[in-house]
């Protein structure tokens, strides 16, 4: 079992562009949750998927950033026109049941804007 | 959401049991009460959950207490693997997601 995979591990972006961060769950885990953690801070939610659906995103800036789980493939997270202060390690993570009951976390993506 | 208090910082001696307090005294009849941790440059990691009664796993022991308005997370014998931020988060498991706090900073000397 090779667990959350979450890729690239790093990824260099300069302003305006994209950046598109994939995250494969674990085998028969359906529960997808991103995360972001800025430098210095604590991990703050993003959004919650279910196979082709947004069950929460409450946690999601209003603009630019956009997620999605299709029914097959990864999890995407995806910012449009980058700035610096998207620089952040973004977590995935996944869960087998609904309500977070145990979720176990990829290693993270580092995106450095520049 | 049920909120969590929990001291900035901590430490301990290699070897030496730790105990990791979290306050939740607003904790609802259905909130769990979730232990992660995150090592340095990691994701975070489950620990361990509990509801009510006193839970052991291979990892640590989570002591509820009786009016589930408190729990200590037990470390038997800290290693420097160890060395961790230890979040503790409540979650009525109902289809939300976990909302993580500052947690404690564990420091384990040799």
């Known amino acids: 079992n090779a667990g959350v995979m979450q890729n690239p591990r790093h990824l260099v972006r300069r302003r305006g562009q994209e950046a598109r961060l994939r995250c494969s769950p674990m085998?028969?885990?359906?529960?997808v949750y991103w995360y972001r953690q800025l430098p210095e801070e604590g991990l703050k939610f993003m959004v919650y998927?279910?196979?082709?659906?947004?069950?929460?995103e409450s946690g999601m800036p209003k603009e630019r950033f956009s997620a999605e789980f299709p029914k097959e493939g990864p999890s995407i997270l995806r910012i449009q026109q980058v700035v610096r202060g998207d620089s952040a390690a973004y977590f995935c993570?996944?869960?087998?049941?609904?309500?977070?009951?145990?979720?176990?976390f990829g290693a993270g993506s580092r995106l450095t804007v520049l | 959401d049920a909120k969590t208090t929990q001291p900035n910082s901590m430490e301990s001696n290699e070897e030496e049991p730790v105990h990791l307090p979290c306050n939740h005294s607003?904790?609802?009849?259905?909130?769990?009460i979730h232990w992660y941790r995150q090592l340095p440059s990691q994701g975070p990691e489950y620990v361990i959950h509990?509801?009510?009664s006193n839970v052991n796993n291979r990892m640590a022991s989570l002591a509820i207490a009786e009016d589930r308005k408190s729990s200590t997370l037990i470390l038997h014998r800290a290693t420097l693997r160890d060395a961790a931020v230890y979040y503790c988060?409540?979650?009525?498991?109902?289809?939300?997601?976990?909302?993580f706090g500052k947690g404690t900073t564990l420091s384990v000397s040799s």
């Open positions: 998927l279910q196979k082709e659906n947004i069950i929460d």
């Open positions: 988060i409540l979650n009525d498991q109902a289809g939300t997601a976990l909302i």
């Open positions: 993570a996944s869960s087998l049941s609904p309500g977070a009951n145990v979720l176990t």
């Open positions: 509990g509801l009510t």
């Open positions: 085998k028969g885990h359906s529960h």
């Open positions: 607003t904790i609802s009849g259905t909130d769990y």
